[in-house]
């Protein structure tokens, strides 16, 4: 069973930092892109950071230079670091990754900037 777990999230205050970490198990994923989405209330899901297995990375404009994704492919398993976060910020965060010719979800980690 493939599944992927993050962890990480909570509450923190505006300018503050929280690193997500999302281990995935039940498939390699090293050699496909990982990546971490979001969520806020009553929006669409954005695609905040990916990174491929070449080391290409790719941001949401709105993180660029706060964020930063990495990953250790030989614990299967990504992160994103959130640096100078805004209540903007404030979503649903879903770890991503594609193995075994589809797409699998983390059930989420709430992450909330308080003003």
């Known amino acids: 069973q493939v599944q992927l777990v993050e962890s990480g999230g909570g509450l923190v205050q505006f300018g503050g930092s929280l690193r997500l970490s999302c281990a995935a198990s039940?498939?390699?994923?090293?050699?496909?892109?990982m990546a971490w989405w979001r969520q806020a209330p009553g929006k669409s899901r954005e695609l905040v950071a990916s990174?491929?297995?070449?080391?290409?990375?790719d941001y949401l404009d709105s993180v660029k230079g706060r964020f930063t994704i990495s990953r250790d492919k030989a614990k299967n398993e990504v992160y994103l670091a959130m640096n100078s976060l805004t209540p903007e910020d404030t979503a649903i965060y879903y770890c991503y990754g594609n193995a075994l010719a589809r797409a699998h979800w983390g059930q989420g980690t709430q992450v909330t900037v308080s003003s």
């Open positions: 990174m491929t297995s070449a080391g290409r990375i």
């Open positions: 039940g498939a390699d994923f090293s050699s496909n892109t």
